[in-house]
């Protein structure tokens, strides 16, 4: 039968449940093993759908439409597969359906309460992904920490399925943290210990502890974590800091978490970890020959994670070309401020620049007019969703020369609505999951940078999105010399659109940074890469020719 492995995460938030449920599945997988990894928010919005980026980092979307929590995107890119509605869950989604088998009669009158009812609704969502008999090994990260109120579901249903699966196929990897005290210069193990003991007043007992530290630790501290945490001293795992999220899994094999995992399951070792490609690639993460610096001009820049996606997508890409690519955030409000020639000695600094999707009109000015100075300077430029759009009013406004070119998400009366709202959103009311979501098919043009880096002409990829560029002005545009590269089979919407004569002029409506991974870097973002480091070269080549 399917075995569960549960993540918990006790003394703080923001510890790293997820990198370490996707580094322990990463070993997993490696050994043989058929494994997935599924997240459970304790919040109760039913999705981040209409989460605001700063509230809770970016949203991640799967192929089947599902707005889901941007760990999945750490799932994805460490297991190099990918992820669906079923793989992320929230207290929302919970409640909503119980709530809604209620109003339908299904409880035939009971009274409806947490235990058994939400608890039972937990236990099936965590059981689902394991029901077909597709994966050996089902990983839960359960959100929060351990003392939570919202968590206490979770733990209860935890409780309940450690006694009815049995200690043989239900394990539970509780992440934890040892602060270093710097004046008393030694790492404490008493937050550990009050956050097992909390976890022991829901009934449950870690079998294995993973502790966060920024020193080694010692085998007393092992022995003394062991003793009063009540786990055999093997089980008390280092997870201390790493110089990047993808050498953690080799952090963990040191460590043998994955062996110990497979002796507590019981299951039967398949082949030593082949993770020859990985670290091939940390290889060339570590030791580059060349840098480049991007600008990112978007509106969510004070928070990192609200582009996790992009910045991991140019890891990917710049490991490929053995390049470090430095990303420095722009942001649009700020470029608003600044008068055309600030801002184009601001962006020239820069190898490229990409601009950042986002919603609503604020900051949108700034993305426009950086999108003007790149196109006029051949700085190589990257859109992606919002950044394509305003790659397309920009190229109306000072091309075209269409007066009051806009888009009416912006401007809702606009003379011309160079980006619409598509014809299926005008009668949605409700925000959540109501976008053009997920993944669609899209034809690439023949001898297109597009078709150029994909390798191909037909193509997937996926969307988060309510507006569309106007097919009214394709025509004109492309006489102007902005063609559209991609387009959507089924319904002609423009998917991507290039500047021909520009280094590197290219934008998309859908997300491809939310398709990069480590084995399969994202080939978009590979090509921008490398059209960068051209420019730095050629810049650098006139630079020398001046000075000689």
């Not at 322990?24 to 980026?53: E, S």
């Not at 599902?66 to 919970?94: K, M, W």
């Not at 993808?246 to 507590?264: C, F, H, Q």
Request: with cysteine; aromatic share 6%; charged share 25%.
């Amino acid at each position: 039968m399917t075995k569960y492995i549960f993540v918990t995460g006790g003394v703080t938030s923001s510890l790293g449940k997820g990198i370490i449920a996707a580094s322990l599945a990463k070993l997993l997988q490696a050994r043989g093993f058929k494994v997935t990894i599924q997240k459970f928010d304790p919040y109760l919005n039913v999705d981040p759908g209409t989460l605001n980026p700063y509230e809770h980092g970016e949203c991640y979307v799967t192929d089947d439409g599902a707005e889901t929590d941007l760990d999945l995107g750490h799932y994805e890119r460490f297991l190099n597969t990918p992820t669906s509605q079923a793989n992320n869950v929230t207290t929302g989604r919970i409640y909503q359906t119980v709530i809604n088998k209620e109003r339908s009669g299904d409880y035939l009158g009971k009274t409806v309460q947490v235990i058994p009812h939400i608890t039972d609704e937990i236990k099936r969502r965590v059981q689902l992904l394991g029901h077909n008999n597709e994966y050996d090994i089902v990983i839960t990260e359960l959100g929060g920490t351990v003392g939570d109120i919202e968590s206490l579901p979770y733990l209860e249903s935890l409780r309940q399925l450690r006694w009815e699966l049995g200690k043989d196929n239900c394990l539970v990897i509780h992440l934890t943290l040892i602060p270093y005290l710097n004046a008393a210069k030694e790492l404490k193990t008493k937050p550990t210990q009050h956050s097992v003991k909390e976890l022991l007043n829901t009934g449950i007992q870690p079998d294995v502890l993973v502790c966060r530290t920024e020193h080694p630790i010692t085998m007393d501290i092992r022995r003394k974590l062991a003793l009063f945490c009540n786990v055999d001293v093997g089980s008390v795992i280092e997870a201390i800091d790493a110089d990047s999220i993808y050498g953690v899994p080799i952090k963990m094999l040191k460590e043998n978490l994955d062996t110990t995992v497979i002796s507590k399951l019981r299951l039967q070792d398949k082949k030593e970890p082949d993770l020859k490609a990985w670290k091939t690639f940390l290889n060339k993460l570590r030791n580059p020959s060349k840098e480049i610096n991007i600008g990112l001009v978007g509106k969510y820049n004070e928070l990192q994670d609200a582009y996790k996606s992009i910045h991991e997508a140019f890891v990917h890409g710049g490991a490929v070309n053995e390049c470090k690519v430095q990303v420095t955030p722009i942001h649009s409000e700020k470029v608003e401020e600044l008068d055309n020639d600030r801002l184009a000695a601001l962006l020239s600094k820069f190898d490229g620049i990409l601009v950042a999707p986002g919603f609503g009109e604020r900051g949108i000015e700034g993305k426009i007019r950086s999108i003007k100075v790149v196109r006029e300077n051949n700085i190589p430029f990257f859109g992606i969703c919002l950044g394509m759009q305003c790659a397309a009013v920009e190229f109306a406004r000072n091309v075209a020369g269409i007066e009051g070119a806009s888009s009416t998400e912006v401007e809702p009366d606009t003379a011309n609505p160079i980006i619409d709202l598509m014809p299926d959103q005008k009668g949605v009311t409700k925000k959540g999951g109501t976008m053009r979501l997920g993944a669609y098919a899209c034809d690439l043009r023949r001898k297109s940078r597009a078709s150029g880096a994909y390798g191909k002409l037909k193509i997937s990829e996926r969307h988060r999105h309510r507006y569309e560029f106007n097919n009214a002005y394709k025509e004109s545009f492309e006489k102007l010399g902005l063609v559209a590269s991609g387009v959507n089979p089924d319904t002609g919407l423009v998917e991507i659109i290039e500047l021909k004569g520009h280094p590197y002029f290219v934008a998309t409506q859908f997300h491809p940074e939310l398709k990069s991974t480590v084995e399969n870097p994202h080939p978009l973002f590979v090509a921008f890469v490398e059209a960068c480091l051209e420019h730095k070269q050629q810049r650098q080549k006139l630079e020398m020719e001046k000075v000689s």
